[in-house]
């Protein structure tokens, strides 16, 4: 499956953003699906993930109640993520990835073999 991530941009701090991933070339509800993001100078660090039906979604503490994804398994295959009251610290680089990691692994990057190219986002204070 292939990714291509898009909705980044530059906001102001505590206004949102809706980050989209489209997945084409392969069954998409196959996968697992996440969002991931990398600052400057930071490792790579779990944002979101959201299970192959979509009726569960898990967060990294630092977004929770602050972010929500989404799938869209049937018209248009994609992930997306709702990012709302956001801080300058939210500042990054933001992947999705599809993968099958077991639930343990949700949360590690190595457990994803398929990712988008990143959409850039910037939060000004």
């Known amino acids: 499956v292939q990714l291509q991530a898009s909705g980044g941009g530059l906001v102001q701090a505590g206004g949102s953003l809706r980050l989209s991933c489209a997945a084409s070339?392969?069954?998409?509800?196959?996968?697992?699906m996440s969002w991931f993001r990398q600052a400057p100078g930071k490792e790579r660090e779990f944002v979101a993930a959201?299970?192959?039906?979509?009726?569960?979604?898990?967060y990294a503490d630092s977004v929770k109640g602050r972010a929500t994804i989404s799938r869209d398994n049937v018209k248009y295959t994609s992930v997306h993520l709702q990012m709302n009251s956001l801080k300058p610290e939210d500042t990054a680089v933001y992947y999705c990835?599809?993968?099958?990691?077991?639930?343990?692994?949700?949360?590690?990057?190595?457990?994803?073999?398929?990712w988008g190219q990143g959409t850039q986002v910037t939060v000004s204070s």
């Open positions: 959201i299970n192959r039906r979509g009726g569960s979604a898990y």
């Open positions: 070339g392969g069954t998409f509800s196959n996968y697992v």
């Open positions: 990835a599809a993968g099958n990691p077991v639930m343990t692994g949700i949360s590690d990057s190595r457990m994803y073999k398929r």
